[in-house]
């Protein structure tokens, strides 16, 4: 049998790389069982955002095989803001190639919520070139919707409801364990610091036209107590800077002019 290549056979296309990427502010308890958890040999790249930490949470995050980058301004959305930057433009801390258009960031918390075993069921869709953005919906997972805190489970069946309504964006969770493609994150333009992160990616994914589906992950309670839903204040900010992205951008994009551009995606497995 010739060993020659035959000159008119298609290459193979790269194997896409796929980014976890974990925000985390004081989880030095919960993060090396999230770590530990992650099934390694579908990710190439884990990196931890220290969003501001007093206790070892970074030292941690180095010690499971991830790499680390800290962002000082508090907020979910700032962590995946300084995260996105570092994999798609390149950090020191984070020693590898940025990633390429058909490659994936996976978003996971860092409590010990979710399951990382479920990063397959999260990403495949993507991998698969079925979908451009995954959403891991906790409501449809065997115990997810039992477990969330009263405040939660109706802040998000009112927002979700509120998406279906205004912009027939049907999802059952704005959960944050989700898979897009890198190009379509850069398409997006995502902009917001804190609470509103998830719902402005869904939103926007609506009007850009992304493919979009949902996926039943499982949920669990967190290790520690959670910075949001764990106290009177923050469920009242985070529902409140949610309900304003919604309602917001509906107003915004009844301005001429003020939408986003249809994504066409660079390429197909």
């Given at each position: 049998?010739?060993?020659v290549?035959?000159?008119?056979?298609?290459?193979?296309?790269?194997?896409?790389?796929?980014?976890?990427?974990?925000?985390?502010?004081?989880?030095?308890?919960?993060?090396?069982?999230?770590?530990?958890?992650?099934?390694?040999?579908?990710?190439?790249?884990v990196?931890?955002?220290?969003?501001?930490?007093?206790?070892?949470?970074?030292?941690?995050?180095?010690?499971?095989?991830?790499?680390?980058?800290?962002?000082?301004?508090?907020?979910?959305?700032?962590?995946c803001?300084?995260?996105?930057?570092?994999?798609?433009?390149?950090?020191?801390?984070?020693?590898?190639a940025?990633?390429?258009?058909?490659?994936?960031?996976?978003?996971?918390?860092?409590?010990?919520?979710?399951?990382?075993?479920?990063?397959?069921?999260?990403?495949?869709?993507?991998?698969?070139?079925?979908?451009?953005?995954?959403?891991?919906?906790?409501?449809?997972?065997?115990?997810?919707?039992?477990?969330?805190?009263?405040?939660?489970?109706?802040?998000?069946?009112?927002?979700?409801?509120l998406?279906?309504?205004?912009?027939g964006?049907?999802?059952?969770?704005?959960?944050p364990?989700?898979?897009?493609?890198?190009?379509?994150?850069?398409?997006?333009?995502?902009?917001?610091?804190?609470?509103?992160?998830?719902?402005?990616?869904?939103?926007?994914?609506?009007?850009?036209?992304?493919r979009?589906?949902?996926?039943?992950?499982?949920?669990?309670?967190?290790?520690?107590?959670?910075?949001?839903?764990?106290?009177?204040?923050?469920?009242?900010?985070?529902?409140?800077?949610?309900?304003?992205?919604?309602?917001?951008?509906?107003?915004?994009?009844?301005?001429?002019?003020?939408?986003?551009?249809?994504?066409?995606?660079?390429?197909?497995?």
């Amino acid at each position: 049998m010739s060993n020659v290549e035959d000159p008119l056979r298609a290459p193979e296309p790269a194997r896409r790389k796929v980014a976890v990427l974990i925000p985390a502010l004081d989880e030095e308890a919960a993060l090396p069982h999230v770590l530990a958890e992650l099934p390694r040999a579908l990710v190439d790249v884990v990196l931890v955002v220290d969003n501001g930490s007093r206790d070892r949470t970074a030292d941690v995050a180095r010690a499971g095989g991830a790499f680390v980058v800290r962002e000082e301004r508090r907020g979910y959305g700032s962590a995946c803001l300084a995260g996105l930057a570092a994999l798609l433009e390149g950090h020191a801390e984070v020693p590898c190639a940025p990633l390429e258009d058909r490659d994936v960031v996976v978003f996971l918390d860092a409590d010990h919520s979710d399951f990382p075993a479920d990063l397959a069921s999260v990403a495949g869709p993507v991998l698969a070139d079925a979908a451009d953005f995954v959403v891991g919906s906790r409501v449809l997972g065997a115990r997810g919707g039992r477990v969330l805190l009263p405040q939660a489970r109706f802040g998000n069946a009112l927002a979700c409801f509120l998406m279906r309504v205004l912009f027939g964006a049907r999802h059952t969770d704005l959960g944050p364990f989700r898979a897009i493609r890198a190009d379509a994150l850069r398409h997006l333009r995502m902009r917001d610091r804190d609470y509103g992160w998830t719902v402005e990616m869904q939103l926007k994914a609506r009007v850009a036209g992304l493919r979009v589906v949902e996926v039943p992950v499982r949920y669990r309670e967190r290790i520690g107590t959670s910075k949001i839903t764990g106290t009177l204040a923050g469920s009242a900010r985070a529902g409140f800077k949610i309900l304003a992205w919604i309602l917001g951008w509906r107003i915004h994009l009844a301005r001429p002019g003020r939408g986003i551009p249809t994504f066409r995606r660079s390429g197909s497995t």
